[in-house]
T-cell receptor, first 114, second 113 residues
Framework: KAGVTQTPRYLIKTRGQQVTLSCSPI?????VSWYQQTPGQGLQFLFE???????NKGNFPGRFSGRQFSNSRSEMNVSTLELGDSALYLC?????????????FGEGSRLTVL | SQKIEQNSEALNIQEGKTATLTCNYT??????LQWYRQDPGRGPVFLLL?????KEKRKERLKVTFDTTLKQSLFHITASQPADSATYLC????????????FGSGTRLLVRP
């Protein structure tokens, strides 16, 4: 079974631009979560989707948004990029509908904002 | 405030010894706690999950304990190997059935040959 796939793996943007990151979960997994990882803050929860519905959202500004499609693939978007948005963005999927399961992470999308 | 803490300093041990990593939390009542391994530039990989009503969980050379009174989890790697060198992250839920995991900042383990 293929793992969680994230694209692109690396990208460089400039301040003010916007970016879209993509995540394909493991086949059969309907829950997708997004995390931001930085050296200073560690892994911070962004949002979680199940069956195209956002069930939980972290403490991030409205510039961060996401969505999930009917095939469980998910995208997240960051608008008006700031230098502080430079981070590794990780997507994770789980087969469980409820909370409490292990997360299967992708390799991440490393975003650099100049 | 709610906090989850892991040793920020790297743990440096000799091959063959037991590595013990600590995860402390405050102001949470988690239903479960998880441990992940992360290698540089890679996504975290799940290792073990322990529930609030479990004291100990084992998997091969790995052992996790969970003390909800002390609000602490210990993660042990016995007979450590250089290949065990990585950053280890603990994560817990908030105990509110949300789908959000709170991660510690991780402890880097270095196993010397």
């Amino acid at each position: 079974k293929a793992g969680v796939t994230q694209t692109p793996r690396y990208l460089i943007k400039t301040r003010g631009q916007q970016v879209t990151l993509s995540c394909s979960p493991i086949s059969g997994h309907r829950s997708v979560s997004w995390y931001q990882q930085t050296p200073g803050q560690g892994l911070q929860f962004l949002f979680e989707y199940f069956s195209e519905t956002q069930r939980n959202k972290g403490n991030f500004p409205g510039r961060f948004s996401g969505r999930q499609f009917s095939n469980s693939r998910s995208e997240m978007n960051v608008s008006t990029l700031e230098l502080g948005d430079s981070a590794l963005y990780l997507c994770a999927s789980t087969p469980l509908q409820g909370a409490g399961g292990e997360l299967f992470f992708g390799e991440g999308s490393r975003l650099t904002v100049l | 405030s709610q906090k989850i803490e892991q040793n920020s300093e790297a743990l440096n041990i000799q091959e063959g010894k037991t590595a013990t990593l600590t995860c402390n939390y405050t102001n949470y009542s988690p239903a479960y706690l998880q441990w992940y391994r992360q290698d540089p530039g890679r996504g975290p990989v799940f290792l073990l999950l322990i529930r609030e009503n479990e004291k100990e969980k084992r998997k091969e050379r790995l052992k996790v304990t969970f003390d909800t009174t002390l609000k602490q989890s210990l993660f042990h790697i016995t007979a450590s190997q250089p290949a065990d060198s990585a950053t280890y992250l603990c994560a817990l839920d908030r105990g509110d059935s949300s789908y959000k995991l709170i991660f510690g900042s991780g402890t880097r383990l270095l196993v010397r040959p």
